[in-house]
């Protein structure tokens, strides 16, 4: 019974496409993550949403962009895909007042071509 | 800019000996710290954390080491087991009084080896 599920775990893509990456998580918390680790291996934070709304967007592109359905889920959409997008996406949720305890998915491998 | 720095790529340490995982940070504003533990094909998973008020916190095999003068913390696995085979994030946030919802800075991970 997973706690935080990502699909798709892989995903080969052309530039230019649109994709979208799902996140589930059943903890019951209130605060859910994507992060990405590039090929340096950083991994670095992309959005939270904390009760369907965005604490932190760091400088990314707005080609991307997070959609919460509910607490349960925080899907991310790429548009216009770029061969630097390539990289692993990992969704990731907490409770408030948990101290940064971060529950992750096992991470969607993106590569654009 | 490189936040939290973890300047070792790769640890090899035989089994039953000690581990010992560094981790240097810039951020004075920094005041909680935690390890993650990452196997391939698998998302980090939590460790051990430490709290800026303390300086030191122990679980079990791990212990977590925080010098706050010097702006690093060490997290020592005594014994070593194969199973401890696994690239170890350190990570640190912020002004967690409020909650978590700032998310973490990561270190690049240490790759630890254990030879049995």
């Known amino acids: 019974d997973t706690a935080v599920s990502q699909t798709p775990k892989y995903l080969v893509t052309q530039m230019g496409n649109d994709k979208s990456i799902k996140c589930e998580q059943n903890?019951?918390?209130?605060?859910m993550y994507w992060y990405k680790q590039d090929s340096k291996k950083f991994l670095k934070i992309m959005f939270s949403y904390n009760n369907k709304e965005l604490i932190i967007n760091e400088t990314v592109p707005n080609r991307f962009s997070p959609k919460s359905p509910d607490k349960a889920h925080l899907n991310l959409h790429i548009n216009s895909l770029e061969l630097g997008d390539s990289a692993v996406y990992f969704c990731?949720?907490?409770?408030?007042?948990?101290?940064?305890?971060?529950?992750f998915g096992e991470g969607s491998r993106l590569t654009v071509l | 800019d490189q936040q939290v720095k973890q300047n070792s790529p790769s640890l090899s340490v035989q089994e039953g000996r000690i581990s010992i995982l560094n981790c240097d940070y810039t951020n004075s504003m920094f005041d909680y710290f935690l390890w993650y533990k990452k196997y391939p094909a698998e998302g980090p998973t939590f460790l051990i954390s430490i709290s800026s008020i303390k300086d030191k916190n122990e679980d079990g095999r791990f212990t977590v080491f925080l010098n706050k003068s010097a702006k690093h913390l060490s997290l020592h696995i005594v014994p070593s087991q194969p199973g401890d085979s696994a690239v170890y994030f350190c990570?640190?946030?912020?002004?967690?009084?409020?909650?978590?919802?700032?998310?973490?800075?990561f270190g690049k991970g240490t790759h630890l080896i254990i030879q049995p």
């Open positions: 903890l019951g918390h209130d605060t």
């Open positions: 990731a949720s907490s409770q408030m007042g948990r101290s940064g305890e971060l529950f």
């Open positions: 990570a640190a946030s912020a002004g967690l009084a409020g909650g978590g919802a700032d998310g973490l800075t």
